[in-house]
């Protein structure tokens, strides 16, 4: 059974930074690339990251490129989303998913929780 645990959501000042986690168990996760989504209230869930299972290639959405960074750890089956220079805009919940080779689509149609990211002005 697939899990995705992500964490370090909170709530942080614009200008600031949080580094978020999700933990994958159920899958082989060192054969998936991997992305980062979000949703905001009232918003259709976007792409803002992803890494190539290799972490070779990886892609950005343009509202956070040069402000976010994706990595993973294949030995602890985590992906990282390190989110600088916050912005109010950047309030929302975040998900993880494996994705579709070499694009942004989300692979698979679960998700888990989220962790919620607010940014203040």
């Known amino acids: 059974q697939v899990q995705l645990v992500e964490s370090g959501g909170g709530l942080v000042q614009t200008g600031g930074s949080l580094r978020l986690s999700c933990v994958v168990s159920g899958r082989t996760f060192s054969s998936d690339d991997m992305g980062w989504f979000r949703q905001a209230p009232g918003k259709e869930r976007e792409f803002v990251a992803a890494?190539?299972?290799?972490?070779?290639?990886?892609y950005y959405a343009d509202s956070v490129r040069g402000r976010f960074s994706i990595s993973r750890d294949n030995a602890k089956n985590t992906v990282y989303l390190q989110m600088n220079t916050l912005k109010p805009e950047d309030t929302a919940v975040y998900h993880c998913?494996?994705?579709?080779?070499?694009?942004?689509?989300?692979?698979?149609?679960?998700w888990g929780k989220g962790t919620q990211v607010t940014v203040s002005s």
């Open positions: 890494m190539s299972a290799s972490g070779s290639v990886i």
């Open positions: 998913n494996a994705v579709r080779f070499g694009t942004t689509v989300p692979r698979m149609s679960y």
